[in-house]
């Protein structure tokens, strides 16, 4: 499971902003918390590898998360009930219930977050790992999109400010990585997209993970056995259909592998005679249908609540899905009551559709294999709002089970490692399988900025030779506002139209931000004074932008160490 968001924290709060934070941590993060120490008190390993971004570990961990979302739940709490007075009022007195079932599940997390974790949500998932409950792994430090990075010292600053900033928060140093959208890059002379420059050796991705102790990430099925991608977002974003229908007829599927299957793990070397290689699970398709698919998947149940229809003022839902693409009018009031037995159905499908893929694998390849179920974190709960309830059945039914084992990619990796080195195409886990989403029309005004700055803060690190002081602290911050200017959620915000305007104004601000730092650190390199209203903006952007505070531009070179 990967858990991400960008860096909201000082960039606004509703609509866009620190609420993004504030709801995942209410119905995403701490209901999944909850339900692993669930399992954990019933001895069960859970078998979960769960990614926390970077840049999601700084957030959570910042005090002014703790004071801000403090605020959040008792708002939360005041519109349930002003909610419930006006149901009351009204004579609704079905929706008076449904407000008192969201006053009583906001205090259930308030209560978790506050007594029983003593509002430390990474500790509490560092306890549950350092039991071996579940492991943990990283990824890029911003989520850059890893492909379409114009150098190997983006690559090598994401990967190792992510393993610094793990071990920070959690106490060991990650073995594993989800790659940014599943999306790598193997090595080859590339050159910049839509571009004339000339194509240079770059090292594939596998070979940058190895160079910081990462002996494993995850990929899609396509990536690995051929086909068709399956496609994750396309459900979810309406206004990313139009857009891939434009480009639908020019995506032709790879061919498909029949030597490969996503049951087993592999090693991978994009280059012969490659010392530095990382192993690869790749998703399961059959598994992974299940859940995303808008169509056949469990969270399209008519009886689950609704993600869109809310109610104003305070944006609680009301409704269930009712009906395959229903409208909102259409929607029916939600009945909780009615859900547990629709979750006891859906885990039992599950877990046979676990059963049936082992069992015919084992069956065609005459050895036992396992099955990989990667999704979004923010799935379950925020997109799906049983799905931590869907997550525990699932996993004390598969615990219980005889012929199935629980294990970890970390765990499956040292108890049985790969006995093939295979190497790997291009490509990601979005709408195609490759860089369409963070690559289109729309996007692709972003990555001349990110090229710009990439190449100015090489020169800027040869300019600037043993910086201290207020020139490192200027270096530093450049470097810190080109990591938040990779990230790939300002394409991925744009092309889904979900928070096109906050997504460009962010990609703007960093872009601005790291230019007029640039200056600066090019006049204190050349012994020159800086105006008192570039001390003031370092000081300002500095406060603003204040995550990875153990940030190493050592890290930042195109040959590994």
């Not at 990474?122 to 990283?138: I, N, V, W």
């Amino acid at each position: 499971m990967h858990s991400h968001l960008p860096y909201v924290l000082n960039h606004g709060r509703w609509p866009h902003g620190t609420d993004w934070l504030h709801e995942a941590a209410l119905g995403c993060y701490l209901p999944l918390l909850r339900t692993i120490m669930k399992l954990d008190a019933k001895g069960i390993r859970s078998g979960v590898t769960l990614g926390v971004s970077p840049v999601l570990a700084e957030q959570l961990a910042d005090p002014s998360f703790h004071l801000e979302f403090r605020e959040y739940l008792k708002v939360r709490l005041d519109y349930a009930r002003q909610n419930q007075r006006e149901f009351i009022d009204q004579g609704q007195e079905e929706m008076a219930e449904l407000a008192q079932f969201w006053l009583d599940h906001i205090k259930g997390v308030r209560e978790f977050y506050e007594d029983t974790l003593g509002r430390d949500i990474l500790g509490g998932f560092r306890k549950l790992a350092q039991k071996k409950t579940l492991e943990l792994m990283t990824c890029a430090a911003t989520h850059g999109y890893f492909p379409l990075l114009s150098t190997d010292a983006s690559l090598r600053l994401q990967t190792a400010q992510a393993v610094r900033t793990h071990e920070r928060h959690f106490g060991e140093k990650p073995v594993g990585m989800w790659l940014p959208e599943c999306a790598y890059r193997p090595s080859y002379d590339w050159a910049p997209p839509n571009s004339r420059k000339k194509p240079i050796p770059r090292k594939g991705v596998e070979e940058i993970l190895a160079e910081f102790g990462i002996r494993f990430f995850i990929t899609d099925s396509h990536m690995l056995e051929g086909g068709e991608a399956i496609g994750t977002y396309l459900d979810r974003f309406k206004a990313l259909r139009g857009l891939w229908e434009r480009y639908e007829k020019g995506a032709l599927p790879k061919e498909k592998q029949a030597d490969r299957s996503t049951c087993f793990s592999y090693w991978v070397a994009s280059r012969e005679k490659q010392d530095a290689v990382a192993a690869v699970f790749a998703r399961d398709p059959e598994t992974a249908l299940t859940v995303w698919s808008a169509e056949v998947g469990y969270p399209g149940d008519g009886w689950y609540l609704d993600f869109h229809k809310k109610h104003f003022p305070g944006g609680l839902k009301y409704w269930r899905v009712t009906k395959a693409k229903s409208d909102l009018a259409e929607k029916e009031v939600y009945e909780p009551w009615r859900i547990e037995d629709r979750l006891n159905e859906n885990a039992d499908h599950f877990v046979s559709v676990v059963k049936k893929r082992l069992k015919a694998h084992l069956k065609a390849a005459g050895k036992p294999g396992h099955v990989t179920a990667p999704f979004d974190t923010e799935l379950f709960g925020h997109w799906w709002f049983e799905g931590p309830r869907f997550l525990e059945k699932v996993l004390n039914r598969l615990s219980g089970d005889p012929d199935i084992e629980l294990i970890s990619c970390g765990e499956k990796l040292r108890n049985d490692p790969p006995r093939e080195v295979i190497s790997l195409p291009e490509g990601s886990w979005g709408q195609g399988g490759f860089h369409w989403i963070w690559l289109n029309e729309d996007t692709e005004w972003t990555w001349p900025k990110i090229y710009e700055c990439e190449k100015i803060l090489g020169k800027l690190k040869r300019l600037a030779k043993e910086p201290k002081g207020v020139l490192k602290k200027a270096l530093d911050q450049a470097a810190r506002e080109l990591l938040l200017l990779q990230a790939s959620d300002w394409q991925f915000l744009i092309s889904t139209w979900s928070a096109r305007d906050y997504a460009e104004l962010r990609f703007s601000e960093h872009y601005s931000a790291f230019k007029r730092l640039a200056k600066i650190v090019s006049s204190l390199s050349e012994g020159k004074q800086v105006g008192q209203g570039d001390l003031f903006f370092l000081e300002e952007i500095s406060q603003r932008d204040s995550l990875f505070p153990d940030l190493d531009l050592n890290d930042w070179r195109d040959k590994g160490s």
